[in-house]
């Protein structure tokens, strides 16, 4: 093929990629925005802010930790009340943050669960029509965006102590849902319109279980699912289900999510260990073949995905050190306290990292061989919220998402 080839060849599958993450402008459909890789294409999303920043503040129901998703005027997000006999799926006005319906999908005796996850955890998934939300042995759930339910699923009892937190994911027509467990685990697509099984594939997974959510990557010629995991990341065909290709990780754990970029897959463990990126495609075992390069991480836990800001990836530990690397090579380049824990995943714009933590501060980064913090930004938290949601950027406004309360966030 030649070099026209090519570049028509990398056209089209932007486009096709594009495509499949659907919602209009400025809204944000899924776990991780767009392309699920963190990044907001607008550019006039609030940098600073403070209390006076506020436009509404809303008092959510129950507790819960789903990021906030947006389609037109509409912000969809779960809960759960009485420490998790009930799950909640409901709908927010973002004009003025009243609730504009909520629905209770399942009642029962509630899974074990971990103190930092709950039993709403996993963030909705939209395509401006459809709102789906998931809830582990609470079940997968379908909406219309007016609150009409469409469909449910149960989708096992999802053995183990820690709970269920993988976000689903809409395209071409699907639902992709990852349901690791400690017991049964499966990959699976269900057909969004009627909650069919379209194709299920079993998971290998350790008793613990895992909680990351695939994300779509173009692999050249075609697409990819690739979902992180306690021991391997692995990379399925989208239209099947078929298992395509492995790597194996460097430590256990597996729930952040990874991140596209560069056409590159870059991925940290959850436990500490390597930070490395893939070359996505491939068959069989591509720990050799497909591992760009790997660099020594010695640091705490990763919750939190990593975030690509042009030439530079941040990543930031539970316990608060953040971490910059050239995107092309994993150099380590600065390694710096950022002050508190954090568990939300980044988000991305205007060449901004956005590093929220979960007293709710946001760090905002400008990613350089040095570290440069442009504003430090804090909010009017009552007593004891928890900020694990990542931040939503919509329109010229930000979304943040305590367990218990969404803030509407202006210039």
């Excluded at 495609?281 to 050799?288: N, P, R």
């Excluded at 901004?352 to 760090?363: H, I, P, R």
Aim: aromatic share 8%.
């Amino acid at each position: 093929m030649n070099a026209i080839g090519r570049w028509l060849l990398a056209v089209l599958m932007s486009a096709w990629l594009c495509q499949a993450a659907i919602g209009g402008e400025g809204d944000w459909p899924q776990w991780r925005g767009p392309a699920s890789d963190g990044h907001s294409a607008e550019t006039n999303v609030p940098v600073k802010w403070d209390e006076k920043s506020v436009v509404w503040k809303t008092e959510l129901p129950g507790s819960g930790q789903s990021s906030p998703v947006i389609a037109g005027d509409r912000i969809f997000l779960t809960t759960a009340l009485e420490s998790g006999r009930q799950r909640v799926v409901f709908c927010v006005d973002r004009k003025t943050g009243k609730i504009v319906w909520q629905e209770t999908v399942w009642t029962g005796t509630p899974e074990a669960t971990h103190k930092m996850n709950g039993w709403a955890s996993a963030t909705c998934a939209t395509d401006g029509q459809h709102v789906v939300a998931f809830f582990g042995k609470g079940g997968i759930h379908c909406f219309d965006v007016a609150g009409k339910k469409l469909w449910s699923k149960d989708l096992g009892k999802f053995d183990g102590p820690w709970g269920a937190g993988a976000s689903p994911l809409i395209m071409d027509g699907l639902v992709i849902q990852n349901c690791d467990a400690q017991g049964e685990a499966s990959l699976l697509a269900l057909h969004l319109k009627t909650g069919n099984v379209v194709w299920q594939t079993p998971r290998d997974v350790p008793p613990r279980g895992g909680w990351s959510s695939p994300v779509l990557v173009n692999a050249g010629t075609h697409r990819e699912l690739v979902l992180n995991g306690e021991e391997v990341v692995t990379g399925y065909d989208p239209n099947s289900g078929k298992k395509l290709w492995t790597c194996k990780a460097f430590n256990g754990r597996g729930e952040p999510t990874v991140t596209p970029g560069h056409g590159l897959i870059y991925v940290v463990n959850g436990k500490p260990g390597d930070f490395y990126a893939l070359r996505p495609g491939g068959e069989g075992d591509i720990t050799q073949s497909h591992m760009a390069w790997h660099t020594p991480r010695k640091s705490g836990r990763d919750q939190p995905s990593p975030i690509v800001v042009g030439e530079f990836v941040i990543v930031v530990s539970m316990d608060g050190l953040g971490f910059c690397y050239d995107a092309t090579t994993g150099k380590e380049l600065w390694k710096e306290r950022l002050g508190g824990s954090f568990t939300s995943s980044p988000i991305a714009a205007n060449g901004l990292a956005y590093l929220q933590d979960d007293a709710g501060k946001t760090t905002v980064i400008k990613p350089g061989p040095k570290l440069e913090v442009v504003a430090e930004n804090t909010l009017p938290v009552t007593g004891s919220e928890v900020f694990r949601a990542s931040l939503t950027p919509s329109r010229g406004q930000m979304f943040s998402r305590s367990d218990r309360t969404l803030y509407c966030l202006s210039k």
